[in-house]
């Protein structure tokens, strides 16, 4: 059975920094695409960032530049380092995983989702 797990998720003022992990069990994350993802409350769920088995990375227009997504085979976890927080960047995060090694954008393509972990970020 699949399960994602993330973590590190927090209250932090502008301009802050968290680090939010996402441990997968029953599946090998680093052979597939795997993605993060917000909701803020009232909006619709957006994609984050994607990376894909050979690492290449691919983000949002919002955050690039500030949030930075790797992995750990080793570990089988997922990492979005988010730096320069904004307000804007409350939501809930949640790490997803694809069946396949390739990313779109496509949330359907993601299978597998975590519970969630609260990002706040205070003016």
């Known amino acids: 059975q699949v399960q994602l797990v993330e973590s590190g998720g927090g209250s932090v003022q502008t301009g802050g920094s968290l680090r939010l992990s996402c441990t997968a069990s029953?599946?090998?994350?680093?052979?597939?695409?795997m993605g993060w993802f917000r909701q803020a409350p009232g909006k619709e769920r957006e994609g984050v960032g994607y990376?894909?088995?050979?690492?290449?990375?691919s983000y949002a227009d919002s955050v690039k530049g500030r949030f930075t997504i790797s992995r750990d085979g080793a570990k089988n976890t997922l990492y979005l380092q988010m730096n320069s927080l904004k307000p804007e960047d409350t939501a809930m995060y949640y790490c997803?995983?694809?069946?396949?090694?390739?990313?779109?954008?496509?949330?359907?393509?993601?299978?597998?989702w975590g519970q969630g972990t609260q990002v706040t970020v205070s003016s």
């Open positions: 997803a995983a694809a069946l396949h090694w390739w990313c779109t954008a496509d949330h359907s393509d993601f299978g597998y």
């Open positions: 990376i894909d088995k050979y690492r290449a990375t």
């Open positions: 029953g599946y090998t994350s680093s052979s597939y695409c």
